[in-house]
């Protein structure tokens, strides 16, 4: 597609329920980068895939959350046992190559009740 | 890492108006950009600038890698140019940390 794509654009869950986070890059770019934007907040790094490989996973707060991009296009960003403290617009950026320009896609917000 | 402030946190415009916004960041940058958050929250490059000095329409910016900021020039700003501006800055190569954004309201 023309831009990121991030499915799907709304969530709610249940607190303690899984759920998977989706991001289509701009074809061809092979950094792929998933951010949290609280309310009044700017973005905040979660994890950055160069490839299929996750080069940094720094950001990750805790062990419920988890990335894959197994073909080095598509990513998930999985989180589970959900807490209402996750609740956040989660934001997906790709860029042609790392420090380069990023594109951002619209986001999901995820509600957890 | 790399602390991102920005200034002012809220400007309030009269249509027409100029505004200048500033980013400060703590360390020596390899990416910069700058974006605006619109109101359905979609982030919009604005400029790629690490360095120099770009212009695109009423917009422009500069950076000063050696004095460590980058200024965001708005002239003759419209209701449209309302949001959120961020300043993001990446020193490792691997992430982009943003500062606080600041909140830009243009009134008719």
């Known amino acids: 597609g023309a831009g990121v794509s991030q499915t799907p654009s709304n969530k709610v869950t249940e607190k303690g329920k899984y759920v998977e986070l989706r991001c289509d890059p701009i074809s061809g770019h092979t950094a792929l980068y998933w951010y949290r934007q609280s309310l009044g907040q700017g973005p905040e790094f979660l994890i950055y895939f160069q490839g299929t490989g996750a080069a940094d996973d720094s950001g990750l707060p805790n062990d419920r959350f988890f990335a894959v991009r197994p073909e080095g296009s598509v990513s998930t960003l999985k989180i589970q046992r959900t807490e209402r403290g996750d609740s956040a617009v989660y934001l997906c950026?790709?860029?042609?190559?790392?420090?380069?320009?990023?594109?951002f896609g619209q986001g999901t917000r995820l509600t957890v009740v | 890492g790399i602390q991102v402030e920005q200034s002012p946190p809220d400007l309030i415009l009269q249509e027409g108006a100029n505004s200048t916004l500033r980013c400060n960041f703590s360390d020596s940058v390899n990416n910069l950009q700058w974006f605006h958050q619109n109101p359905w929250g979609q982030l919009i490059n604005l400029f790629y600038i690490p360095s120099g000095t770009k212009q695109n329409g009423r917009l422009s910016a500069t950076t000063v890698a050696t004095e460590r900021y980058s200024l965001l020039y708005i002239s003759s700003s419209q209701t449209t140019d309302s949001g959120v501006y961020f300043c993001?800055?990446?020193?490792?190569?691997?992430?982009?940390?943003f500062g606080e954004g600041t909140q830009l309201t243009v009134n008719p």
């Open positions: 950026a790709s860029s042609s190559r790392p420090r380069s320009l990023a594109f």
């Open positions: 993001a800055v990446d020193s490792s190569g691997s992430r982009l940390t």
